[in-house]
């Protein structure tokens, strides 16, 4: 049996994190086998990439590099890591997936969202999310937890005008799809936890 496949989108301090952690707690609770990854990263030349893509002194780094990058990255974890497990009929959880890309590097770099899908094309296959969960906040909300966070990287860096076109391509890019639930980032983490285990209970029904 596949396995179901969530992904979880939204700008930088959206709380992610957090509620991926939150809802694998809630999987392991009710007996459901499920691995968690992110993007960039999740293996090991994953994690190097990651390293590479996010280091702040690596201000050079063109925008089509960065989408190379990133693209690659993602090739690497569906092979090694989500392909594997969905074929072995697990839940995976991603920290975001290609309309990351489409947005960051589509929208936000200007390189075009059609360029960016073609470009991930080959990686993916016939694997899409089957349920996405977009966590919305406004860019100055995102970047000013981040700060208090830690230390920013080079994508989170970047100017505020670069943050609110990412923020406008999500709601763009992910705006009327069926799998996609939009989510209010700016509801409280016990909130939005209670509003994503509701909405899986709908789409799994061994969780109801």
């Known amino acids: ?103 960051y590097q589509g929208i936000a770099r200007g390189l075009g969202t059609d360029t960016v899908a073609a470009v991930n094309r080959p990686g993916i296959g016939q694997y899409e999310p089957d349920c996405i969960f977009f966590i919305d906040i406004s860019e100055e909300e995102g970047i000013r937890r981040k700060k208090l966070q830690n230390k920013l990287d080079r994508m989170e860096q970047e100017s505020i005008d670069f943050h609110s076109m990412v923020s406008r391509g999500y709601r763009e890019v992910l705006s009327g799809r069926e799998e996609v639930i939009h989510i209010d980032g700016s509801a409280s983490v016990e909130h939005i936890q209670n509003q994503i285990r509701e909405e899986l209970k709908k789409r799994i029904g061994k969780l109801s």
């Open 1 to 103: 049996m596949k396995g179901i496949f969530i992904v979880m989108e939204g700008p930088d301090g959206s709380g992610k994190s957090t509620q991926i952690a939150l809802l694998k707690q809630y999987l392991d609770e009710v007996g459901c086998e499920c691995l968690i990854t992110r993007e960039p990263g999740g293996t090991a030349i994953g994690e190097a990439v990651r390293n590479i893509i996010l280091n702040p002194d690596h201000e050079e780094m063109s925008d089509v590099t960065e989408m190379l990058l990133y693209a690659a990255s993602r090739a690497q974890l569906m092979s090694e890591v989500i392909i594997p497990a969905l074929e072995a009929g697990k839940i995976v959880i991603s920290d975001r997936f290609v309309d990351s890309s489409i947005v």
